[in-house]
Each structure stands twice: as structure tokens, then as C-alpha cells.
């Protein structure tokens, strides 16, 4: 069973950084997409990045220059690192991730629980 479980969520000031975590394990190889998407109060999900088996990186233009997205293949963990944070970044982060060659863009075969990042001002 695919499991995406995450970590590092939380409330940070406006200009600030945290850094994501989203550990995946139950996939039987390691040709798998993944990344995060968002859901900001009274939006509809975002794409915000994501990463594919042949090292492909999308990132969503509202966020462009200030995160990152990496990954520690032996761990099968993927990380976000988000600086500048801004208000608008509030959302509810979804690790997620697919199968095969692609990249989580705009759907996912899996979904992490969400976890909350609040970015006051």
C-alpha cells in the first residue's frame, strides 16, 4: 500500500522559510512522480511542484524563485523548501505523487493528509 506521510508544517511571519517533508513508501520500484500541491482558503487546488522519475521539475509560477524541490532517492523522501513565504502562501500542502514516468502536475494517483502552512503578516 502507497503511503505518502509529511511533516513540517506550521505557522510562520511573512518573509520567513520552512522546509517540508514527505517520506513515500509501498511503491514497488522507484519510477514514480512526486511533489506538492495546495489548497489556499476559498481556492481551488494549485499545482505548486513537482518532480519526475527522469529528474523533470515543474514549478507553478506563483512560487517560482522561492521554493525548491529535492529528494533523497535512498529514503524515497521528497522536500520543499519555501522562503519568502508570503500570505498568499497560506494553504493546506498535499504531498502527492504517481506512478510511471510523469509529473503530478494538475492530478495524483496518491495523497498525503495535508499539512497546514500559515504565513501571517
Known amino acids: 500500500e502507497v503511503q505518502l506521510v509529511e511533516s513540517g508544517g506550521g505557522l510562520v511571519q511573512a518573509g520567513g522559510s520552512l522546509r517540508l517533508s514527505c517520506a513515500a513508501s509501498g511503491f514497488t520500484d522507484d519510477d514514480y512522480g512526486i511533489g506538492w500541491f495546495r489548497q489556499a482558503p476559498g481556492k481551488e487546488y494549485e499545482g505548486v511542484t513537482c518532480?519526475?522519475?527522469?529528474?523533470?521539475?515543474y514549478y507553478a509560477d506563483s512560487v517560482k524563485g522561492r521554493f525548491t524541490i529535492s529528494r533523497d532517492n535512498a529514503k524515497k523522501t521528497v522536500y520543499l523548501q519555501m522562503n519568502s513565504l508570503k500570505p498568499e502562501d497560506t494553504a493546506v500542502y498535499y504531498c502527492v505523487a504517481t506512478g510511471g514516468l510523469g509529473c503530478p502536475k494538475n492530478s495524483a494517483d496518491y495523497w498525503g493528509q495535508g499539512t497546514q502552512v500559515t504565513v501571517s503578516s
Open positions: 518532480i519526475s522519475r527522469s529528474d523533470y521539475i
